[in-house]
């Protein structure tokens, strides 16, 4: 039985009115004869599937019948006190003996007791099938709680700085107010919902959109807990998707401390704070100023200034200036001074031990290039990065020449169509003809699949080590 069903004028309305969710449900009561048996039979008949167990709602009651201090159990409404053939022989058995009584009971199940996606089916006619076709919206929200039953995707524990982004189809937009209310409710740290009314990426340069406020203020500062690290930002402003958390997890597991990582289109640095903890340096370069003043913060909030340093510059010269930058740091002899861990109060007093100075080496091992609506159209950069530096690297010295990681979009396909068109825009820009396979192989790309972002389109992540000839060759 579907105990979450709306009436309808509750799925006829355009505004939220939580009195039309409440239902009243004729169902049973075991009543017990000595309140210290409620343990004992309330297990066994969670056991047999009998009690109603429903998020917070509490299957202990009072006993209906007024008996002083008594308790009952509330069963499930396939449980009928007048046909002792529904009952399991576990209640049969109690009742026999004395310790049960079983008697109607009515539940008063409210919108309290709904969940948001109770709420939201139920609302628009809609069942579990139909709303997973659908994919009428998709949420965001910073610093959420983990509820398995919602539609949207989670950031983190609960603060109480939250916002929560959708994406509503043309069918939904008359309900988006009252989805909207039902998000608040249901989740009481999220303040603020809002609507995209743009495509990320298309209207703007730095990938941030418009949208419309749904309920609660126009608020969109927020924290997002990641890998260890902590990003307070405007939602409004700046560039964040949390759909790409195992993908910067996965990017960052490639960095060894000590390496020197170019990120060229850094965001609030969701790769280069968590590199940062590890002990990587990363010059973490965005255009959006907005990000790179959240970049900075991001940095100090999270300790990490010793090894992460933020640049705003376009990302063609950001490329074209990065080597140098680096190469110039190590000459220089810049380095991160680490303080070592405290002692502990009970250890023997010995020598205070000194700071490790750990210098910055004089190249780049990754480049990473998140920006995959245009990643590959940067590559051109690359030609004659080192151009008269060929003793940095092997077999003249130990480094090798940086691994490039750049996202990009490509049409799905099951074959191998979209691999060969990524190759081949990967040659229009550094004309070097690269095919499928290990990216630590000459003359091959590695190529993962990210996520899907559309019905016909898919997010990819090239990996090349960059060839010897783009590298050492005259500059672009």
Same mark, same amino acid.
């Given at each position: 039985?579907?105990?979450?069903?709306?009436?309808?004028?509750?799925?006829?309305?355009?505004?939220?009115?939580?009195?039309?969710?409440?239902?009243?449900?004729?169902?049973?009561?075991?009543?017990?004869?000595?309140?210290?048996?409620?343990?004992?039979?309330?297990?066994?008949?969670?056991?047999?599937?009998?009690?109603?167990?429903?998020?917070?709602?509490?299957?202990?009651?009072?006993?209906?019948?007024?008996?002083?201090?008594?308790?009952?159990?509330?069963?499930?409404?396939?449980?009928?006190?007048?046909?002792?053939?529904?009952?399991?022989?576990?209640?049969?058995?109690?009742?026999?003996?004395?310790?049960?009584?079983?008697?109607?009971?009515?539940?008063?199940?409210?919108?309290?007791?709904?969940?948001?996606?109770?709420?939201?089916?139920? %609302?628009?006619?809609?069942?579990?099938?139909?709303?997973?076709?659908?994919?009428?919206?998709?949420?965001?929200?910073?610093?959420?709680?983990?509820?398995?039953?919602?539609?949207?995707?989670?950031?983190?524990?609960?603060?109480?700085?939250?916002?929560?982004?959708?994406?509503?189809?043309?069918?939904?937009?008359?309900?988006?107010?009252?989805?909207?209310?039902?998000?608040?409710?249901?989740?009481?740290? %999220?303040?603020?919902?809002?609507?995209?009314?743009?495509?990320?990426?298309?209207?703007?340069?730095?990938?941030?959109?418009?949208?419309?406020?749904?309920?609660?203020?126009?608020?969109?500062?927020?924290?997002?807990?990641?890998?260890?690290?902590?990003?307070?930002?405007?939602?409004?402003?700046?560039?964040?998707?949390?759909?790409?958390?195992?993908?910067?997890?996965?990017?960052?597991?490639?960095?060894?401390?000590?390496?020197?990582?170019?990120?060229?289109?850094?965001?609030?640095?969701?790769?280069?704070?968590?590199?940062?903890?590890?002990?990587?340096?990363?010059?973490?370069?965005d255009k959006n100023p907005e990000s790179y003043k959240s970049l900075g913060e991001v940095v100090k909030k999270n300790k990490v200034s010793e090894?992460?340093?933020?640049?705003?510059?376009?990302?063609?010269?950001?490329i074209a200036r990065a080597a140098g930058l680096v190469l110039e740091a190590s000459q220089r002899g810049d380095c991160a001074v680490v303080k070592?861990?405290?002692?502990?109060?009970?250890?023997?007093?010995?020598?205070?031990?000194?700071?490790?100075?750990?210098?910055?080496?004089?190249? %780049?091992?990754?480049?990473?290039?998140?920006?995959?609506?245009?990643?590959?159209?940067?590559?051109?950069?690359?030609?004659?990065?080192?151009?008269?530096?060929?003793?940095?690297?092997?077999?003249?010295?130990?480094?090798?020449?940086?691994?490039?990681?750049?996202?990009?979009?490509?049409?799905?396909?099951?074959?191998?169509?979209?691999?060969?068109?990524?190759?081949?825009?990967?040659?229009?820009?550094?004309?070097?003809?690269?095919?499928?396979?290990?990216?630590?192989?000459?003359?091959?790309?590695?190529?993962?699949?990210?996520?899907?972002?559309?019905?016909?389109?898919?997010?990819?992540?090239?990996?090349?080590?960059?060839?010897?000839?783009?590298?050492?060759?005259?500059?672009?």
């Amino acid at each position: 039985m579907n105990l979450f069903r709306a009436p309808a004028a509750a799925r006829a309305a355009k505004a939220l009115d939580r009195a039309l969710f409440a239902r009243t449900l004729p169902t049973a009561a075991a009543c017990v004869r000595d309140n210290r048996l409620i343990a004992k039979y309330r297990k066994q008949l969670e056991r047999t599937r009998e009690v109603l167990l429903l998020d917070k709602f509490d299957p202990i009651a009072a006993d209906p019948a007024g008996r002083r201090g008594g308790k009952c159990l509330i069963l499930k409404p396939d449980v009928k006190p007048t046909a002792p053939e529904t009952w399991s022989p576990d209640l049969r058995e109690a009742s026999r003996l004395g310790d049960l009584e079983v008697v109607p009971f009515d539940v008063t199940i409210g919108y309290e007791l709904w969940s948001y996606c109770n709420a939201e089916q139920r %609302i628009h006619r809609r069942d579990d099938a139909d709303m997973h076709r659908s994919g009428c919206h998709e949420v965001c929200i910073a610093r959420g709680p983990a509820r398995r039953n919602t539609r949207w995707l989670q950031h983190g524990r609960a603060r109480r700085r939250a916002a929560a982004h959708l994406n509503l189809r043309d069918q939904y937009l008359p309900y988006g107010h009252i989805i909207a209310q039902v998000i608040i409710d249901k989740n009481p740290t %999220i303040r603020t919902v809002i609507n995209k009314t743009d495509n990320v990426g298309t209207e703007n340069e730095f990938r941030t959109f418009s949208y419309e406020v749904l309920a609660g203020p126009d608020d969109m500062l927020v924290e997002v807990s990641e890998a260890g690290c902590v990003f307070r930002f405007d939602y409004s402003k700046v560039y964040w998707n949390t759909k790409l958390g195992t993908e910067h997890q996965r990017i960052t597991a490639l960095f060894k401390p000590g390496e020197v990582v170019a990120d060229v289109m850094a965001g609030v640095g969701p790769f280069a704070a968590p590199a940062g903890k590890k002990g990587v340096f990363v010059w973490a370069n965005d255009k959006n100023p907005e990000s790179y003043k959240s970049l900075g913060e991001v940095v100090k909030k999270n300790k990490v200034s010793e090894f992460v340093k933020p640049f705003n510059y376009d990302g063609h010269d950001f490329i074209a200036r990065a080597a140098g930058l680096v190469l110039e740091a190590s000459q220089r002899g810049d380095c991160a001074v680490v303080k070592p861990a405290k002692a502990s109060r009970s250890a023997p007093p010995e020598t205070p031990p000194q700071p490790v100075r750990i210098p910055v080496p004089p190249t %780049i091992s990754h480049f990473v290039m998140n920006l995959p609506a245009s990643a590959l159209e940067f590559l051109h950069n690359y030609r004659g990065l080192y151009c008269g530096h060929e003793k940095l690297f092997t077999p003249h010295a130990e480094a090798e020449l940086p691994m490039i990681h750049a996202h990009c979009f490509a049409a799905k396909g099951d074959d191998a169509t979209p691999l060969d068109d990524i190759c081949q825009r990967i040659y229009t820009e550094i004309g070097v003809r690269l095919v499928p396979g290990d990216a630590e192989k000459p003359g091959q790309v590695s190529i993962h699949e990210v996520r899907d972002v559309a019905p016909a389109k898919r997010m990819f992540c090239a990996s090349f080590r960059l060839p010897p000839e783009v590298a050492f060759g005259p500059r672009a």
